[in-house]
């Protein structure tokens, strides 16, 4: 069975600063997808980014990118000028598409970041 | 399009009382999901539809638990004799299946309160 496993259960830094949240994973499948959801104190789950495993191509939106290192199984999120809007908890998640079998996303149990003013 | 709903957001409810949530995912979604989410966790996956069709269903999913998709549209996630250990948030998501990373969108969540 899959599972993730973010390390950082609270993270803090500074409004502008630069943060990056870790997150590892372990699958013995080599196609799959990853995702970064932000949930904020309201609760809604937000799509923050996504990453195919089969792209090499670090995946990028606005200030948030992410260090894909399929080798080690790892899929970090750096958020680059912190701002306000950006404390929540953020959840990194993994998908593997067995074409109509499970489709579930497995989840990590997520790290609250604090934005410092 | 507004986004995936689910009615009610709260719900109090008596241990053995049945409950009924539902969802309504985004129009041209083909995949409808159900997570739990406890206090402090991440969602952990209970069942998914495609269409109208149940495709998986989480060893989570206790016999109490039974959700339906009729019509391949809205979906209902049906709690039989409710426990204690059933008070969580219950959320939905849709996706599009078919040419794409097929991420999910969340809905809101219901918040259930089993006394």
């Known amino acids: 069975a899959q599972t993730v496993t973010q390390s950082q259960p609270e993270m803090s830094v500074q409004e502008a600063e630069t943060v990056t949240l870790s997150c590892t994973y372990d699958?013995?499948?080599?196609?799959?997808?990853l995702f970064w959801y932000k949930q904020p104190p309201s609760r809604q789950m937000i799509l923050v980014i996504r990453?195919?495993?089969?792209?090499?191509q670090n995946a990028t939106e606005n200030r948030f990118s992410v260090n894909f290192q399929k080798a080690a199984k790892s899929f970090s999120l750096k958020i680059s000028d912190s701002q306000l809007g950006d404390a929540a908890m953020y959840f990194c998640?993994?998908?593997?598409?067995?074409?109509?079998?499970?489709?579930?996303?497995?989840f990590g149990k997520g790290t609250h970041l604090i934005i410092q003013p | 399009d507004t986004g995936v709903s689910q009615d009610p957001r709260h719900k109090i409810t008596k241990r053995g009382q049945n409950v009924t949530f539902r969802c309504d995912p985004i129009s041209e979604h083909n995949r409808l999901y159900w997570y739990r989410q406890t206090l402090g966790q991440g969602p952990e996956f209970l069942t998914y539809f495609q269409n109208e069709a149940q495709l998986e269903k989480s060893r989570l999913l206790s016999d109490r638990f039974s959700a339906e998709r009729p019509k391949g549209s809205f979906s209902t996630l049906e709690i039989q004799r409710t426990e204690q250990g059933d008070s969580a948030m219950y959320l939905c998501a849709s996706s599009f299946y078919g040419g794409s990373v097929g991420e999910q969108y969340f809905g809101p969540g219901t918040r259930l309160t089993v006394t």
């Open positions: 699958t013995s499948e080599s196609d799959y997808y």
């Open positions: 990453q195919e495993a089969y792209k090499q």
């Open positions: 998640a993994y998908r593997f598409d067995s074409g109509g079998g499970a489709d579930g996303l497995t």
